[in-house]
């Protein structure tokens, strides 16, 4: 089995700064793609930014500039970098990964169970 496991959501103003980390845990034999989704009330959960296991990058148009996605392979972790916050903002995070769990197996999706962000003031 594997497990992705989010945290560092929580509450911030306007303006502010939040960091989620997202790590992956047992049968993982590596990693290819994995990404941040958010979903806000109302609406259908959308991609917010991906990274391959080689560092390419891809962002959602509302939030270039503003976050940044990284990940360390050793670890199995993806983290978000979220800086200069606005209330749409506001969502449930949820971290993918594209996991190989031996050499012989297929990519399989997994998720975490999503943390909570909220812009407010």
């Known amino acids: 089995q594997v497990q992705l496991v989010e945290s560092g959501g929580g509450l911030v103003q306007p303006g502010g700064s939040l960091r989620l980390s997202c790590a992956a845990s047992?049968?993982?034999?590596?990693?290819?793609?994995m990404g941040w989704y958010r979903q806000a009330p109302g609406k259908q959960r959308e991609l917010v930014a991906r990274i391959t296991r080689a560092g390419a990058t891809n962002y959602a148009d509302a939030v270039k500039g503003r976050f940044t996605i990284s990940r360390d392979n050793a670890k199995n972790t993806v983290y978000l970098q979220m800086n200069s916050l606005k209330p749409e903002d506001t969502a449930v995070y949820y971290c993918?990964?594209?996991?190989?769990?031996?050499?012989?197996?297929?990519?399989?999706?997994?998720w975490g169970q999503g943390t909570q962000v909220t812009v407010s003031s």
């Open positions: 993918n990964g594209e996991v190989l769990r031996s050499r012989w197996d297929s990519l399989t999706d997994y």
């Open positions: 047992g049968t993982v034999f590596s990693i290819n793609a």
